[in-house]
């Protein structure tokens, strides 16, 4: 073999190193696994989510936009559109995981051994102004009392998920109560928007009154209750 030749064939052995580098840099560029691609597609959902509530509060469901929200999220219009189709089923989304989990709680929960029925519509009572009435909550309730009826299918979604399983719940503790003989009044279980009345009231109150007069809402409740089920005998 000619010196010529030895050096080609040197040459030509050396070409890998290249195959190496090109096989490095592909790597290097591999797509996220599917479980980083779930967890940064959740962390979106949950800024955008966050953003919606922020931007329907501070300016009414009518007048938020969507490239609002967007803005606010820090994510591109169209990144909303991967998550969801429309304003309105992005509100439902905030129902669904910012109230309806409470709802489901508070009925949920197992009362307490020997507890009256009033000692458990009195907790419900407690849990919904701590929960609701003074949070961001009790804004997403006073948006839909004051544009549910422009917005029907808003106000249909939240009948459906929070206002029926409400009102149920209630309605099978008032029975509960003529049954024991705590509530003498057998037509209340027609209306158990009755007992939560003043629910709704400390809600609205919160937004529109409370810097004129503040309320004390569970106060209010106990007194609602000595009206149903008769004061309380103090020791």
């Not at 979106?44 to 009414?60: C, L, P």
């Not at 189709?85 to 489901?104: G, N, Y």
Request: aromatic content about 8%; cysteine-free.
């Amino acid at each position: 073999m000619t010196k010529e030749a030895t050096k080609t064939a040197r040459k030509s052995a050396s070409k890998p190193v290249n195959r190496r580098t090109g096989a490095k840099s592909s790597a290097s560029s591999k797509p996220l696994p599917a479980s980083s691609r779930a967890e940064r597609a959740a962390e979106r959902r949950g800024a955008i989510i966050e953003a919606a509530m922020e931007e329907f509060i501070a300016r009414g469901f009518a007048a938020t936009r969507l490239d609002d929200i967007a803005k606010r999220a820090g994510v591109a219009k169209g990144t909303i559109y991967l998550h969801f189709k429309d304003k309105e089923s992005m509100f439902e989304e905030l129902i669904r995981t910012a109230i309806v989990p409470l709802v489901t709680r508070l009925w949920a929960t197992p009362p307490q051994p020997g507890a009256s029925v009033r000692d458990m519509i009195e907790g419900f009572a407690k849990t919904f102004i701590e929960e609701v009435a003074t949070t961001r909550r009790g804004d997403l309730v006073r948006l839909i009392v004051a544009e549910g009826p422009r917005f029907p299918e808003v106000a249909d979604f939240y009948y459906r998920e929070v206002v029926s399983r409400g009102l149920a719940g209630m309605r099978a503790l008032i029975e509960l109560g003529i049954a024991r003989g705590e509530i003498q009044h057998k037509d209340l279980a027609r209306f158990p928007q009755i007992m939560v009345a003043p629910a709704l009231i400390a809600v609205i109150w919160q937004s529109l009154f409370s810097r004129h007069a503040p309320l004390d809402a569970l106060e209010m409740f106990r007194v609602h209750l000595d009206l149903i089920f008769g004061e309380r005998r103090t020791a």
